[in-house]
């Protein structure tokens, strides 16, 4: 096993039966990453550039790496869930290419979306104006999005996946963007998807119980479970769905 540290920020390599794996601390936040890369040069250059950029341009990289990062198809527990629902405003934080604000909007939901890729949302966007749809992009950080944010029928996060405290936060965010009696939605990795969908870090990936426990008696639980959905990266994995009535 070989290692090497970094500092600020700390990187461990391990060159490892899988390839090599990185352990980052970034943001207070501790990542474990495996990576396919065929030399280690490489690996090392894209480690250095990660460590130097912000999330958002770390994301725009991401997105500019290829035509579409997502598959188009809306989440299908959201659309279950919103099909169930009055029909009005909708939130939809960390918005992405927008695969489900599209759909939301579509169905006749003025949506706003949030992310602060703007590579991400001028896709969305293409779509919006070639569609003419009820779509507002917001081009900002989430976390500071939710400090203030509007108030609305439906608020949804799907695969998102911060640190604990962050999610936290954008749980707290989502209650309060949400009318009383409203829809709060959020999907993303289970836990049970350790190791082979998600990011590779218990820590960051969601339960029911934590759900449960942020939630309490607040709202009302229409939904909560582990599923077995074609998640955002379009192959089939243990996702935590919550489909929430704001009380
Ligand atoms: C895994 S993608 C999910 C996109 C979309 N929700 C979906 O399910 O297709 C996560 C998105 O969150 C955005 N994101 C992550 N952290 C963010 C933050 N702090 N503020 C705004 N957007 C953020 C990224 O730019 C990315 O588009």
């Known amino acids: 096993m070989e290692g090497v540290y970094l500092d600020p920020p700390l990187f461990l390599l391990i060159d490892s039966a899988y390839g090599f794996v990185v352990f980052s601390v970034k943001e207070g936040a501790v990542g474990l990453r495996r990576l396919p890369y065929k030399s280690l040069s490489v690996l090392f250059v894209t480690v250095l550039k990660e460590a130097y950029m912000t999330n958002a341009e770390m994301w725009n990289e991401r997105y500019r790496s290829t035509e579409s990062l997502w598959i188009g198809e809306p989440d299908s527990s959201l659309v279950a869930s919103a099909e169930s ?5 909708a939130v939809d934080i960390g918005a992405g290419e927008g695969r489900n604000s599209i759909y939301l909007a579509r169905c006749g939901w003025t949506t706003t979306a949030v992310d602060f890729s703007d590579v991400a949302l001028s896709r969305l966007e293409e779509v919006r104006d070639r569609e003419n ?3 507002t992009t917001i081009l900002m950080d989430v976390l500071a999005y939710l400090k203030a944010p509007g108030v609305f029928d439906l608020s949804v996060m799907a695969n998102m996946h911060p640190p604990i405290e962050q999610r936290h936060l954008l749980y707290d ?39 449960r426990d942020f939630f309490g008696e607040r709202v009302e639980y229409l939904r909560l479970e582990k599923t077995t959905d074609v998640a955002d990266h379009g192959h089939e994995a243990p996702n935590l769905v919550a489909f929430l009535r704001r009380l």
């Open 173 to 211: 965010g989502l209650y309060r963007s949400t009318r009383q009696g409203g829809y709060i939605f959020i999907t993303g990795h289970h836990k049970d998807s350790l190791g082979f969908a998600g990011p590779a870090n218990i820590d960051m990936l969601i339960d029911e119980n934590e759900i």
């Open 133 to 135: 749809l009820p779509i």
């Open 85 to 89: 629902i009055t029909i009005g405003s």
